[in-house]
């Protein structure tokens, strides 16, 4: 294998055991298709990287792998998967059955390398500013109180789109129940100072 980086080799062997043939195989299969793929890590996952450009990812969770090819609408088609739904283009991968067969996987990545040859760049969607969120009357007055400091600091020092997600979590609640224990859950991770999606960081 070439260019290994032992900070992939960290990431699978602490990945859940059914992860680790995953992403053994996909490491693999890159590397076969690519020898002068290099490995590092972005975002706390292990990354593929051809002539100084992203190729492609793999991550594990907690029930599935995922694989994500960088430039993939350029490689599947406009309406491909993408970044969002955490599973790549390939669904969620609980086996080595459900990737793609090697000559497959070996084709796309060889499109991805032809991709970043051509010095073809990954087309950034315009940003969307969202408006401030408005939190709800009674979360900001549990907010105030001396017990939840903590929770406050760390929704103060949030972005304006990290607050939305707990916001629009809290208000698109069904019942008023749900709603109640939303607003708790939410005091809760923030006051441990986790971002909404956390359990997917």
């Not at 490995?39 to 990812?57: D, L, N």
């Not at 080595?96 to 000559?103: A, E, G, H, I, S």
């Not at 408006?131 to 929770?151: G, Y």
């Amino acid at each position: 294998m070439s260019h290994p980086d032992p900070r992939v080799d960290a990431y699978i062997a602490k990945s859940a055991e059914f992860a680790r043939p995953i992403l053994e195989h996909i490491r693999a299969m890159v590397h076969a298709a690519c020898p002068e793929a290099e490995e590092a890590t972005k975002w706390g996952m292990p990354y593929f990287i051809y002539k100084g450009s992203m190729m492609c990812g793999m991550a594990s969770f907690k029930q599935h792998c995922s694989l994500h090819f960088w430039q993939y609408k350029e490689i599947f088609g406009a309406d491909a998967a993408g970044d969002g739904e955490g599973m790549g283009q390939f669904g969620k991968l609980a086996s080595v059955r459900d990737l793609p067969v090697k000559k497959e996987l070996a084709s796309y990545v060889k499109k991805a390398m032809a991709l970043i040859d051509a010095g073809v760049k990954q087309k950034r969607p315009k940003t969307v500013t969202k408006p401030a969120p408005v939190p709800p009357d009674d979360f900001v007055a549990l907010l105030a109180q001396k017990k939840h400091t903590a929770a406050r600091k760390t929704y103060e020092g949030f972005t304006a789109s990290m607050q939305c997600e707990y916001v629009e979590w809290m208000t698109e609640a069904k019942t008023e129940a749900t709603r109640q224990k939303r607003i708790a859950t939410t005091l809760e991770w923030l006051a441990e100072g986790k971002q909404r999606n956390w359990k997917y960081q």
